[in-house]
């Protein structure tokens, strides 16, 4: 039923390409027919979110007047000639794009809602499912099992995290200066790609964690899990996103340090270095006692040094490919694979440092202590999760990520009296959640 959209075209004069602009083109006319030379089909059915009327348009030398092009980065003027207060076509494409980033904000946020539901299914099902328990004695919840506890728990922490980091996202987005746009377009980006892959493999493991009950539709994880999948490419592909950050991150280094020349990297790592020296010694690669593996400061140092570490990893890698000849584009093709790990190196940061500043914010001792508990799990289960690199680095020892597996462990356990607590916190409403088992 629309009657007009907005379409990304190149525009061509005088047979010069001036990049990618936005247009605004009548597709019907006040009745509903479709105008001349434009083409409207389906999509036809999707594996899920088909609620949504996605369509396929095409066009066929179809006219529009000059002023349909939306002209506040570029427009034509009264003698054909193409203006624009921004030179380059890429740029003035993506700070086109740059209106789009609400949108890219909405799409992780829905994506924690689906994961908060899938949760709350799950977590509320295993602390009433009994199976199995002592010899002679009464079966338990299956919620008691450490393996239970394992799948689900450390996902609970880290949709705590992405639930406050999503927050600092979108205060900044709301309070946005001009300055700032292209930072927070790249975390919006990124946040996206986070949120939505964690939300992918919620789903999966509070799926599998129902068994048979968490495949019936009535239990409502297979919607879930259908409406959501979409949420890793649209608003754009999730490991293109990534590289778009990985880029911010790079740009980042050269404003702090000027051209990637060696000295800006001297500088950086040796600035890394300054925290990583005193925490390579064999003592701290080695320390297991609660106290440390706990301390909200080791676990912030240990990712910055991380994120650090893996730019300067990056930057030094590009730099030598760009000085042996490679074009920048093929010198960026062949390190996108780290690329990748750069933006998530710099969101998992992101993250633990937003939700480590909420809790400083809670002033109810209880909730602060039991928030306290999630972010530790958040923290550690990250380092475990990437207990290769920093054993490669030597930033740690393996008796030391052993110790961390086993805190892990230990913190799913001190959760869960609260897990039902912690997903009934969400305040999903009973009619939206409607699944028979979350009851």
């Not at 450390?154 to 987005?173: C, G, S």
Request: glycine share 6%; proline share 3%; hydrophobic share 40%.
């Amino acid at each position: 039923h629309g009657q007009m959209a907005t379409v990304f075209a190149k525009l061509i004069i005088d047979d010069h390409d001036y990049g990618v602009n936005a247009f605004v083109v009548p597709l019907r006319d006040p009745n509903g027919n479709v105008l001349n030379g434009v083409t409207i089909g389906d999509c036809g059915h999707k594996m899920g979110l088909n609620g949504v009327d996605n369509g396929t348009i095409s066009f066929d030398n179809v006219v529009i007047p000059k002023d349909n092009m939306l002209d506040r980065f570029a427009s034509v003027n009264d003698k054909g000639e193409f203006e624009s207060p921004i030179p380059s076509d890429n740029r003035r494409f993506f700070t086109m794009l740059g209106t789009l980033v609400g949108g890219r904000i909405g799409i992780p946020r829905s994506a924690l809602a689906a994961a908060k539901s899938g949760l709350t299914i799950a977590i509320r099902y295993s602390d009433q499912r009994r199976q199995f328990g002592p010899e002679g004695g009464s079966e338990v919840p299956i919620l008691n099992y450490r393996m239970h506890q394992r799948r689900l728990l450390p996902h609970l922490a880290k949709t705590y995290a992405v639930h406050f980091a999503l927050q600092y996202l979108t205060n900044r987005f709301l309070n946005r200066t001009e300055a700032e746009m292209q930072e927070i377009e790249a975390l919006a980006a990124g946040m996206k790609s986070y949120s939505t892959w964690s939300t992918r493999d919620i789903l999966q493991e509070c799926r599998e964690a129902c068994g048979g009950k968490g495949y019936l539709s009535e239990n409502r994880i297979d919607a879930l899990k259908n409406d959501t999948e979409i949420y890793t490419t649209f608003e754009g592909d999730n490991t293109v996103l990534m590289q778009l950050v990985a880029k911010n991150r790079l740009a980042e280094f050269r404003k702090s340090f000027g051209e990637m020349g060696s000295l800006g990297i001297i500088n950086y790592v040796y600035e890394n270095a300054k925290t990583a020296i005193a925490e390579k010694n064999p003592i701290a690669t080695r320390r297991t006692d609660d106290e440390h593996l706990l301390d909200g400061e080791f676990h912030l140092q240990a990712f910055v040094h991380r994120e650090k570490t893996i730019l300067a990893s990056a930057v030094r890698r590009i730099k030598k490919l760009i000085d042996g000849g490679l074009e920048p584009y093929d010198a960026f093709n062949v390190v996108q694979h780290q690329m990748i790990d750069v933006a998530q190196a710099y969101l998992e940061r992101i993250v633990l440092e937003q939700f480590q500043i909420a809790i400083k914010a809670v002033e109810d001792e209880p909730s602060k202590a039991i928030l306290t508990k999630l972010n530790q799990l958040y923290a550690l289960s990250t380092i475990e999760k990437n207990k290769a690199w920093y054993l490669e680095d030597g930033y740690m020892e393996a008796v030391k990520t052993k110790a961390v597996r086993k805190i892990v462990n230990q913190l799913c356990w001190d959760i869960r009296p609260d897990a039902v607590a912690l997903v009934n916190a969400f305040d999903i409403p009973e009619s939206c959640l409607a699944a028979p088992i979350a009851v």
